[in-house]
């Protein structure tokens, strides 16, 4: 546990905490405890790099994400991240002092500060299960919350080793560290409505069985001594371009909300799935009262942005339209989608809310990374967990 030293005198506590108030990076103040690691599971709204480094020929045709503009804004470069620069949980790393979490594929022999075993394309449910549903699944590796909880299980003696340095043994060897889980769900639900062809209401179906898993890997993590965990909830599925590119094709779609969006996506689908699951993290809360639980946001989020743009510094005019694409309804081309040669990003991805049919931008990603620190999109705030 890095704590300050505990008897300061008064004047000296002041100017530590003057020091760090003055230390721009830092969203620490005061004698306050730090995380000593964040560890990561989750899909593409989570993955540092751990698909372009998965060695599967057969996605690697598939795998868009390694291709310019990706990367473009931040990084100079692809980086394996699903945007245009950095996602959530690299603004969280940031504002905890913390390095990027580096993709458990990377070749870092030390993940003394966090591990990230999320994948672009992930499940909550398994692949052989979803394809014995007959859902075609495409990007058909094992790579689901079970199977990141099993590579997690595996990796925990030798993390446990490297937590033991920063001498947090009294909490046992993840009382300091920060886990997220999440978003998991979303690949599923394109994957039966966009893959295989299947009506929203056999989506629909699939919902308690996906959040059931989400809460039931929420228990191993705190079976495994977890004390903090970020539980996402699922983005808008009616506001992404994919979706309403999709559903214009059909005139069976159930109408559109005063944003623009397919109303009964979001509340059938979108809806039902996180009041579902802010209802099963309420009761782990009740059940293990020494965990904390953060219910983090995207949907209220993405709401909040289509409902005032300008606030966040988005044009209006292309709320619903992928920044990154080859043109088309909501520039949402299967044709050419983003990462191919006939699509290109648009000149302000700061001011646009989407990257590409289903990822949000840096600048939208770094506004739900500041709602989930300090609030209103996280309960309780990332920032207060350790007070
Ligand atoms: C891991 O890296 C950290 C920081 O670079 C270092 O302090 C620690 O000793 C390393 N641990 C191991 C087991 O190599
Ligand atoms: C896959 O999921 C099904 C249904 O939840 C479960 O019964 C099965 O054991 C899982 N298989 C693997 C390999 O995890
Ligand atoms: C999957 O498709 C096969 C062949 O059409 C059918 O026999 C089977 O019942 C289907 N399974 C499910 C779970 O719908
Ligand atoms: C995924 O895991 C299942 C169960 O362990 C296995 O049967 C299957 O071959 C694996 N699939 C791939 C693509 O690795
Ligand atoms: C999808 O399903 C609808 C009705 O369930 C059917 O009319 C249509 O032909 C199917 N499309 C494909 C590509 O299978
Ligand atoms: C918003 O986007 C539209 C369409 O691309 C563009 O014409 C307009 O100039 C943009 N507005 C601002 C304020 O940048």
Not at 140 to 157: G, H
Request: net charge neutral; proline share 6%; hydrophobic share 40%.
């Amino acid at each position: 546990m890095r704590l300050l030293p505990a008897a300061v005198a008064p004047a000296p506590f002041l100017l530590i905490v003057l020091f760090l108030l003055s230390c721009p990076r830092s969203a620490y103040s005061g004698e306050q405890k730090r995380f000593a690691s964040i560890i990561s599971f989750g899909d593409s709204y989570a993955d540092t790099g751990n698909l372009v480094r998965w060695d599967n020929p057969v996605i690697e045709s598939v795998n868009l994400i390694r291709n310019s503009p990706y990367g473009e804004t931040f990084f100079g470069h692809p980086s394996g991240r699903a945007t245009n620069g950095r996602i959530v949980l690299d603004f969280i790393a940031d504002a905890l002092d913390l390095p990027f979490v580096p993709p458990v594929l990377s070749r870092v022999e030390n993940f003394s500060t966090g591990v990230n075993f999320a994948v672009a394309g992930a499940t909550a449910l398994n692949l052989t299960y979803l394809q014995g549903q007959n859902i075609t699944v495409d990007l058909p590796i094992n790579s689901s919350l079970n199977d990141q909880l099993r590579w997690f299980e595996q990796l925990k003696p030798s993390l446990c080793r490297s937590s033991s340095t920063h001498g947090g043994s009294s909490s046992g060897c993840f009382g300091e560290s920060l886990f997220t889980l999440g978003q998991f769900g979303a690949n599923d639900y394109r994957n039966i409505l966009m893959n295989s062809n299947m009506t929203l209401e056999q989506a629909r179906s699939y919902v308690p069985k996906i959040v059931n898993t989400i809460a039931t890997g929420v228990e191993r993590l705190i079976h495994h001594g977890a004390k903090y965990i970020v539980v996402a909830d699922k983005i808008p599925f009616g506001c992404m371009p994919a979706t309403l590119a999709m559903a214009s094709s059909t005139n069976n779609n159930g109408g559109y909300d005063q944003y623009g969006c397919l109303k009964s996506f979001n509340t059938g689908l979108s809806q039902y799935h996180n009041a579902l699951l802010r209802r099963r993290v309420d009761l782990l809360r009740r059940r293990y009262p020494h965990t904390r639980l953060v219910f983090a946001e995207q949907y209220r989020a993405v709401i909040s942005f289509l409902q005032d743009p300008d606030h966040f510094g988005f044009n209006r005019s292309t709320t619903l339209m992928s920044c990154c694409g080859g043109g088309g309804p909501y520039n949402q081309n299967w044709k050419a989608p983003c990462g191919t040669p006939g699509a290109t990003a648009c000149a302000a991805p700061s001011e646009a809310i989407i990257w590409d049919g289903f990822h949000l931008t840096e600048s939208a990603y770094s506004s739900i990374a500041h709602g989930w620190l300090h609030g209103p999109y996280a309960d309780p705030p990332i920032l207060q967990l350790l007070n």
